[in-house]
Nanobody, 123 residues
């Protein structure tokens, strides 16, 4: 499975961005998808996920501001980010995995990663 992100950029605090992730290849080896981010000097963290049962999970820091969705016909994953804050500045990665009862958001069961797209929020 290949994952290619797009849509990153620079915005001012309070602005919005929509990230996209185009998937190709045999996605039958995955049952969940997610977005992660990593800021310089920080550990990677899960931002949002669509779990194996179709439910969504979000990091507490983004709840109410960020929405994950997917268009299965287009094999594309989205991350709509509103009310962006400087602390949202990071490299954002699309990911896909297979979970056996946990959450895709934990990152333990990720099998495929995209190359990342940079999001920079200025104050």
């Amino acid at each position: 499975v290949q994952l290619v992100e797009s849509g990153g950029g620079s915005v001012q605090s309070g602005g919005s961005l929509r990230l996209s992730c185009a998937a190709s290849g045999d996605t039958r080896s995955t049952n969940c998808v997610a977005w992660f981010r990593q800021a310089p000097g920080e550990e990677r963290e899960g931002v949002a996920a669509i779990e194996s049962d179709g439910s969504t999970s979000y990091a507490d820091s983004v709840k109410g501001r960020i929405t994950i969705s997917q268009d299965k016909r287009k094999n594309t994953l989205y991350l709509q980010m509103n009310s962006l804050k400087p602390e949202d500045t990071a490299m954002y990665f699309c990911a896909a995995g297979w979970v056996y009862g946990g959450s895709c958001l934990w990152g333990d069961d990720i099998r495929f990663w995209g190359q990342g797209t940079q999001v920079t929020v200025s104050s």
